[in-house]
Nanobody, 123 residues
Framework: HVQLVESGGGSVQAGGSLRLSCAASGSLGSRNCMGWFRQAPGKEREGVAGILGSRTTSYADSVKGRFTVSKDNVLNTLYLQMNSLKPEDTAMYYC??????????????????WGQGTQVTVS
């Protein structure tokens, strides 16, 4: 089984930066996608950024140019570098893994493994 543990959330002022980490344990396989999702109170969960392996990436339009997703295969850790943060970025951020993936996507039903979430608050 795969376990995901997020860290790095916190409170920052608008315009600030934050780096989220997702440590993965267990075998992800060779064709895996990992993604970051977020959910604010009263809103639906939305995909933020996804990555196939360690190269091909995809981003929500709302975060393009500000967020960067990457993966360290040696440490088996996913990252989300968030710059120029805005109040509307405030949400609980979740890391997820799809172990049989062809392209990055934001179909939550295909992500079978989820972390516990880490809170990001921008004021």
């Amino acid at each position: 089984h795969v376990q995901l543990v997020e860290s790095g959330g916190g409170s920052v002022q608008a315009g600030g930066s934050l780096r989220l980490s997702c440590a993965a344990s267990g075998s992800l396989g060779s064709r895996n996608c990992m993604g970051w999702f977020r959910q604010a109170p009263g809103k639906e969960r939305e995909g933020v950024a996804g990555i196939l392996g360690s190269r091909t990436t995809s981003y929500a339009d709302s975060v393009k140019g500000r967020f960067t997703v990457s993966k360290d295969n040696v440490l088996n850790t996913l990252y989300l570098q968030m710059n120029s943060l805005k109040p509307e970025d405030t949400a609980m951020y979740y890391c997820a893994a799809d172990v049989d993936c062809g392209l990055p996507h934001f179909n939550a039903r295909r992500y079978h493994y989820w972390g516990q979430g880490t809170q990001v608050t921008v004021s």
